[in-house]
């Protein structure tokens, strides 16, 4: 947090920390950001062990509106801390960091063009710290809400023939997980595939992403 330089929040400051929060939620690379992370629905047990502040950008734009915020500085260091929490959790190397990362150079820029004469918050790097208890309540096969996300993504880039090996495949696999809604036209329930069938499905398509021939078929 920003404790040298404190701007006090008046209507004109206002008006523009609502606009870097609407670039930000306009961004087709926010989806992610726009609420809060949903923890449990997700299956992520150790989340709000390891992030100690949630926060979102449209927990930030609420707050905005019902005039939480005293000072600028209050309001863009939350918003630094989503790009941290994210960060934090996720590591380094992880597809939705560097989407972080991208929407912390948009943030920083617009920070730069709306509120020139304002500090910029200062990035606190944290480490995540990993307790005997997280282990106890993590299972050991589980899939990611990141894995999720890439399978969802991957599933996009796929031609209807490799779609449909898949659907083949989750259908008699995880029954549950698929659901058709007329004819030819499905709809997969990520959460409701079994994990080894997830990861069987998740090594087809990347080796077909990969450019592998398209016969080399992962047996289920």
Same mark, same amino acid.
């Given at each position: 947090?920003?404790?040298n330089? +404190?701007?006090p929040?008046?209507k004109?400051?206002?008006? =523009?920390?609502?606009?870097?929060?609407?670039?930000? @939620?306009?961004?087709?690379?926010? %989806?992610e950001?726009?609420q809060?992370v949903d #923890?449990?629905?997700l299956n992520?047990?150790? #989340? @709000?062990?390891?992030?100690?502040? $949630?926060?979102d950008?449209?927990?930030v734009? !609420?707050?905005?509106?019902?005039?939480?915020? /005293?000072? %600028?500085?209050?309001? *863009?260091d939350?918003?630094?801390? @989503?790009w941290?929490?994210c960060?934090?959790y996720?590591g380094?190397?992880? &597809?939705?960091?560097?989407?972080?990362?991208k929407?912390? =150079? !948009?943030?920083k820029?617009?920070?730069?063009? #709306? *509120?020139? *004469?304002?500090?910029?918050? +200062?990035? %606190? $790097?944290k480490?995540?710290?990993?307790?005997s208890?997280?282990?106890?309540?993590?299972?050991?096969?589980q899939?990611? #809400?990141?894995?999720?996300v890439?399978f969802?993504?991957? *599933? /996009?880039?796929l031609a209807p023939e490799?779609?449909?090996?898949?659907?083949?495949?989750?259908q008699?696999?995880? $029954?549950n997980?698929? @659901?058709?809604?007329?004819?030819?036209?499905?709809?997969?329930i990520?959460d409701?595939i079994e994990y080894?069938?997830f990861t069987?499905?998740?090594?087809?398509?990347q080796? &077909?992403i990969?450019?592998?021939?398209i016969?080399k /078929?992962? /047996?289920?």
């Open positions: 947090m920003i404790k330089t +404190q701007t929040l008046n004109d400051e206002q008006k =523009r920390l609502n606009q870097i929060v609407q670039q930000l @939620i306009d961004s087709n690379d926010s %989806v950001f726009r809060p #923890y449990k629905r992520l047990p150790d #989340y @709000i062990q390891i992030v100690k502040r $949630p926060m950008l449209g927990t734009q !609420l707050k905005l509106n019902n005039n939480t915020y /005293k000072t %600028v500085e209050e309001c *863009l939350e918003i630094q801390l @989503i941290d929490n960060k934090l996720n380094p190397q992880s &597809w939705i960091t560097k989407i972080a990362e929407l912390e =150079r !948009l943030f820029k617009n920070v730069k063009n #709306y *509120l020139p *004469l304002v500090n910029l918050p +200062q990035v %606190v $790097p480490t995540k710290e990993i307790t208890d997280v282990y106890q309540e993590e299972p050991q096969e899939v990611t #809400y990141n894995d999720k890439e969802s993504n991957n *599933l /996009k880039q490799q779609i449909g090996l898949i659907v083949h495949m989750i008699n696999t995880s $029954p997980a698929f @659901i058709e809604i007329e004819r030819e036209k499905y709809q997969i990520v409701n080894e069938a069987k499905c998740q090594q087809q398509i080796a &077909w990969s450019g592998d021939d016969n /078929k992962v /047996k289920i």
